[in-house]
């Protein structure tokens, strides 16, 4: 059942959200991706500075991990979104 489903692809071939309401717009990826992101970096944040004792290094540490994790994060989101296997 599970091997059906990653493999037979949707029979209706849905290529638009208004077509598709399962799907995610990408405003809610990227919504997604900012309220993870202050998580995450407030927990890089804190770690970083546990770790050197400087609270510059670690703000450097945290901002450069926000950015970076949170570009990777919506890609993230928007393959899945296209992966019908769980909806």
């Known amino acids: 059942m599970i ?12 290529n638009t959200y208004a077509e598709d309401k399962k799907s995610e717009k990408p405003i809610r990826s990227i919504a997604k991706a900012i309220s993870w992101r202050i998580i995450g970096t407030m927990d890089t944040l804190i770690i970083s500075y546990l770790l050197t004792g400087k609270v510059s290094l670690a703000a450097s540490i945290a901002s450069i991990d926000f950015i970076t994790k949170m570009i990777l994060y919506f890609f993230h989101e928007r393959v899945w979104n296209k992966i019908n296997w769980g909806k």
Do not use: E
Not at 3 to 14: E, G, P, R, V, Y
């Open 3 to 14: 091997t059906d489903q990653l493999i037979l692809k949707n029979s209706s071939n849905k």
